[in-house]
C-alpha cells in the first residue's frame, strides 16, 4: 500500500438545475446552482460514490489544494485522499456547498434571476431536508442512483441522517460523526446570541447591508467567537492557551492581554472577512429546525422505521456542544429498528472540533469502517 | 472495570465455552453479547447458527477488532447499564467470563434479564479446589481461569458455584440449565469443588 497522500489540484464545478425545488418552508426555488468537487473516480457501474456534508461554516473544497502554492487544503484533507481512510483510489467523492451558502452556491450572495439582484435577505430559510433533497438532484446529475457512502459531521450529520430516512434505497451506509438527533434548548439558545450579534449590528440592515455597501462584521465576528468557544473544550482552551498573556503582564485595559483573546479576536476578524452573515443566519436555523422525530411525538425510532442502511456512528468524550449521549439517542433509535450500527465514542480532548483532527484510533475506525464498503 | 479488556484476549483456548454457548442459542436468534471483546462469540455464531447480533465492548483496541470482524459493535461501559436497549428486546444476552470483572454484578445481572428474554453468564469457579489449596497454603489463587496476580487483577467480584446458586435463589432469578466445566470437560458430581467453569442459562422468574 502506498503512503498516504493527497488528492492534488481539484477546481469547483457547478451543477445547474432548472426543476423548481419545493422548500419546506413552503417556498419554492424556480432554478438554483449547487457548486461541487469530486475527488477520485466513479467506477463503471456507479457504486463507489460518497458525498460529504459540510456543517456550519464549511464547503464544498473538502479535500486537495486549488494550485501548488495553495496553503490551505480542503477542510477534511486529512481524511479524504488516496490510502486515507477515506480512500479516493477506491471511492468517488463529492463535496458540495449547500444551499444558502455563500461560496457559489445559491445563496444570499447570489443573483435572483426573478430580479437579477442578489437575493440578500429575500433568500428562503432552507432546511436540513432541503439540502438533502437538493443533494440527491445533484447525484441524479452525476448519474448516481445509490450512494456507497453518505459522510458527516455535526450538521453534517445530521444531514447524514436525514438521507437515510428521505431516501432509504438510496444510500448505503452513513457515518454520522459527532452529531445529534435534534439541538438541545442550550444549544439553540447559543445560535439566538449568534444570531442576535448579526442582527442588531447597526450595519445588519435587516439583511440588506449588500446594498447599503457595508458588511455586518462586528456582529459576525461575535457570533464567531461565541461559536469557537463552544466548539472546544475547556481542557482544550486550558491546555493551547491557559491564562497565558500576549505580553507578560496585565495592561489595565480592555484590549487583548490573554492569548485567548487575541485568539478569538483574530479567529473573528479572519471568519467576518470571508463569510457572509446571511448564510449564517440561515445554517444556524438549518441547525435549529432539524428534527425528524417531531412528527412522530418526539419518537426518533419511529421516525427512522424506514431506514434501511448500515451506520457508524461517532462521538467525542469532550465534546459538550454535540454529546456523547445525544449520538447514544441516535444509536438506540436504529437498535430499535434492528438496524445495522457500530458506534465509537471516541477518546478526544478537543471538544466538538475533535471531528475534524486527525486522531489516530477516531481515522481507524474511519478507515476501517470504509474498507468494510463493498463497491 | 480496569484491565477488563486482558480477560477478553485470552487464549481460544480458554474460550473453549463459546462451542458451548452456542448449543445454547438457538438459530437466527437475536444476541447481545457484553463485553464481546474482538467480537469472536458472535461471528462464529453468526456462521454456524445464522444469528443477528450486536456487541457491546469499552475498549477501543477490541473495539476496532470486533468491527474487523464483522460485527455491529456499540462501545460503552457495562456499568452504565443497558438503557439504550428497550425490554426484551433481544432473545439472548450473553456475558462471557466477564461477571467477575463488573462492579455493579448485582444490577447488571437484572439489566440482563430486562434486555433479554434468556441469558446466558459464565465465570471462573473460586470453589475450584486448586485455588482452595492455594488459599490453604496462604496465597491467593492464580490459574489458568484466573490468570492475574492479587494486584494487577480485574476480578473484583469472584464467586463460587453455591454462591452464584444463593444469589440466583434470593433474586428469583430461574436457572434454566447450568453446565460446571474443567478443562472444558463436564463435571457432574462435587461441582463446586472439582469445576473451574460455570455456564448457567438464565430467565427471569417472574412471570
Redesign the interface.
Known sequence: MSLPSSVGIVAAKTAHFTEPLSLKSGDVLSQYHLVYETYGKLNADKSNAVMICHALSGNHHVAGKYDEADKNPGWWDNLIGPGKPLDTNKFFVIGLNNLGGCHGSSGPLSTNPATDKPWGASFPVVTVEDWVNSQARLADSLGIKQLAAIVGGSLGGMQALQWTIAYPERVRNALVIASAPNLTAQNIAFNEVARQAIITDPEFHGGDYYNHGVLPRRGLRIARMLGHITYLSDDAMGAKFGRKLRDGHVKYGFDVDFEMESYLRYQGDKFAGEFDANTYLRMTRALDYFDPAFDYQGDLSAALAKVKSDFLVVSFTSDWRFSPGRS?EI??AL??N?L??????V?AAHGHDAFLMPDE?YH??MR??LA?IEV | MGNLEKNMAMSADARADFALIAQWVAPNAKVLDLGCGDGSLLSQLRKTHNIRGYGVEKDDANWLKAMNNGVDVIQMDLESGLSGFEAQSFDVVILSQTLQAVLNTEAIVHEMLRVGREVIVTFPNFGYWRHRIQIMTGNMPVSDNLPYQWYDTPNVHLCTINDFDDFCRKSNIKVQQRLVLTDKKEVHVMTNIRGNLAMYRLRSGQS
Open positions: 447514544r444509536v438506540k437498535l430499535d434492528e445495522s450500527v457500530s458506534y465509537a465514542e477518546t484510533h481507524n475506525i476501517q469502517y468494510k
